[in-house]
């Protein structure tokens, strides 16, 4: 049986996605709960890229225990002392050290020959090796780097210090067939693999990481790379919940590879990252959508219900979904209230708990029923950690056929009430524009995502939003029964996301 290291990217290559950007607060509570999760490595960012990133990588690197901390450099001695700095306060550090290989990085991208290559990959391995022993070197785009080059670099990193090499789809070019091969072919004709780990990173852009990811390890790869929900780059990395459902749920075509990860945290994290980085999870996701577990068709419900296993090939509760169970109601006390949310995964303080009750005793009192994702979303809601510098204190929106739409809007920052009112195209569009008015920050809307909790029509309506403030994208959610409530708070969600980084906020590009 060969365990397989589970390196996750969420807060490097997750966070990369375009409009993904997390707070420092944030990134934090993400690695706390990837440490629950399990994973064992978790790359908390690019140090020299941003003061942003170097603050998050350090906060990580000193608070999370349970974890390796990982942080990316360039092949370049700033980018290396960065990393090193950045991950000084961590137990266990490593630092990823990366340089392009393939025909058309070299000539275009980076104007170098092999030869020369070579000795940067060389001389960055041996300068990482000043600040931690676990290094991980990548040669990027690996799947369209010519072989025989391949190995050579490989087998220099790993001369030069290299513990895990990693081997990236940087593109997502790849094809199972030939990904496997290329894992078999490194194991075959680098002659000191024996020396490190081989790693793989997959992107999506073919639909193919986690095919390719898989193939790589029944090829001998031992570390695989991915993130929650897949996010990433462009159409994404490998999904760390599919590879790690098919290592388990299969077995048998792998043989009997593992993870270290606690499956019944899967479900949850996917619902934090997927909610502090606004990338609403699509319904027909594998393992963590919403229909990923939901049996429509007569035939397969009857099929469900007579043996589960006919139509279901994992158990929802594996991966800590527990469907839409009716929990709570109106008379239920602080007590069921903490033991069901316990059983969730959530340990909250006294004073935790009082404010979610609160909470539950008004959604109860608007709603007959409330479910398990109901409760996860009040508690997520409190728990975002954020400043609230503006806060909403007063609505009122009227509208209708043939109505001008309008809304009154009252806000809060410290202990001063300001209210606008202003027309819209809808009600939604004229809170937004009061709120403009007051808060006099300019913000265009890019996306607007709404959708249902729970079924019924008195379901909580969780809105996510994405705005452009300065240029900056930055992602806002809300949930509440009330739909125009929910879609006010959000966005004051983001403006506060926003107002919170403003000051660190500066980019290098990969
Ligand atoms: O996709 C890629 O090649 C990367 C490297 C930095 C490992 O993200
Ligand atoms: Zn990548």
Known sequence: MKRI????????????????????????????????????????????????????????????KGAVICGLARSLAKDIEAAGAALKPAKHKRIHVFLATSKIHMKYKLKKAESEILKIAQSAVKYAGKFTDDIQFSPEDASRTEPEFLFKVIETVIKAGATTVNIPDTVGYAQPDEFGGLIKAIHERVPNINKAVIAVHCHNDLGLAVANSLAAVKNGAGQVECTVNGIGER???????????????????????????????????????SKLTGFVVAPNKAIVGGNAFRHESGIHQDGVLKKRQTYEIISPEIVGFYGEGLVLGKHSGRHALSE??????????????????????????????????????????????????????????????????????????KNEIFKATS?????????????????????????????????????????????????????????????????VKAYLNAVNKFLFKKRKFRQVQL
Not at 50 to 59: H, I, N
Request: with cysteine; hydrophobic share 40%.
């Open 5 to 64: 290291i589970i390196f996750d990217t969420t807060l490097r290559d997750g966070e990369q996605a375009p409009g993904a950007s997390l707070s420092e607060q944030e990134k934090l509570e993400v690695a706390h709960q990837l440490v629950k999760l399990g994973v064992d490595v978790i790359e908390a960012g690019f140090p020299i890229s941003s003061p942003g990133d170097f603050d998050s990588v350090k906060k990580i690197a000193k608070d999370v």
């Open 235 to 273: 159409a994404g990395n490998a999904a760390l919940e599919e590879i790690v459902l098919s290592l388990l749920t299969r077995k048998d075509s792998f043989k009997e590879a593992f993870t270290n990860i606690k499956t019944r945290e899967i479900y949850k994290t996917s619902r934090l990252v």
């Open 340 to 413: 069901r949310l316990k059983q969730l995964g959530f340990s909250l303080n006294q004073e935790q708990l009082e404010q979610a009750f609160i909470r539950f005793k008004e959604l109860a009192d608007k709603k007959k029923e409330v479910f398990e994702e109901d409760l996860m979303s009040i508690v997520e809601e409190q728990m975002k950690g954020l400043p609230q510098v503006w806060s909403l204190s007063g609505l009122e929106f009227c509208g209708g056929i043939s109505v001008i739409p309008k809304a009154v809007v009252s806000l809060k920052k």
């Open 423 to 487: 027309d819209g195209d809808g009600p939604v569009d004229a809170c937004y524009k009061a709120i403009e008015r007051i808060i006099k920050i300019k913000a265009r809307l890019l996306d607007y995502n709404i959708q249902a909790v729970t079924k019924g029509k008195d379901a909580l309506g969780e809105v996510n939003i994405k705005l452009n403030i300065n240029k900056e994208e930055v992602s806002g959610r809300s949930a509440s029964t009330d739909i125009i409530e929910a879609s």
